[in-house]
């Protein structure tokens, strides 16, 4: 299965991939910005997207919602430090499956990402 | 509307989750004290890293720590190796993620910006005008930050 990596942190981008390599995904890229994440979807068509929101560029809520446009079969995880109820409901209104909060640990990470295939 | 004491109080929480969730290692937080008008140059430890802040309250959020504990928090996200780069990339995601977190309790309408990181100094440009700067000291295994808060109701 194939992941992309959309986090304008550096130190993120790689925490995440260390985590999820170790399991379901063989092929990885990644994304600093929303417009790139848009880009790198339309050419690598990722079955899963993890995608933080606060970004230069293109806010990952905007992204979210161009890349289902796109590939509407695409699983997003959205992972961000915005804490309010507020934007975990617009990122499932535009798409997102998942919503998990920064700091994260492993396991909630791992976790996420299964929960978005139990709703298959 | 939020009175600074109640915002500080969410800042003072917020540091303390942080380091707790993200470390599994509680950091002590001091009391928050008001930052005198010569006195700025005493909040940066090393790298720090300023949140913009927009929306229903404007300013800042400055998270800066010794070197030591920025090596040290980014051994801890399972780096081999460790470099100036990342060093300063891990500050920039603790002020985010701590500014961030805060939208919980504050609201939606506090909007962040993405992190920028400071070069050894902190320009009064970056600061409003005529608002208090608190800052809230963070101890995490021994080494010392600080959590700057510097804001103001939007008019």
Known sequence: MKLLIVDDSMIIRRSIERILTRTRFQEVRVAADGKRAVEEARAFRPDVVTMDITMPQLDGLSAVERIMLDHPETKILVISALGDRHTAVEAVKRGAEGFLLKPFTAEELLTAIEELFESE | ?155
């Open chain 2, 1 to 155: 509307m939020h009175k600074i004491e109640q915002l500080l109080s969410v800042f003072v929480n917020g540091a303390s989750r942080y380091f707790l969730e993200a470390t599994g290692e509680s950091a002590e937080t001091g009391a928050p004290y008001l930052l005198g008008p010569n006195e700025i140059g005493v909040v940066l430890l090393g790298p720090a890293a300023v949140i913009g802040i927009s929306g229903g309250h404007r300013g800042c959020i400055i998270f800066t720590a010794e070197q030591i504990m920025a090596e040290a928090l980014v051994r801890q996200m399972g780096e081999p190796v460790i470099d100036a780069q990342l060093c300063a990339d891990m500050i920039g995601e603790v002020a985010n993620t701590i500014s961030g977190n805060a939208r919980e309790v504050i609201g939606s309408d506090f909007m962040i910006s993405v992190p920028v990181m400071l070069a050894g100094r902190l320009d009064p440009v970056l600061l409003p005008r005529g608002v208090d700067i608190f800052v809230i000291p963070v101890v995490w295994r021994g080494h010392n930050s600080h959590l700057a808060v510097c804001l103001e109701a939007a008019p």
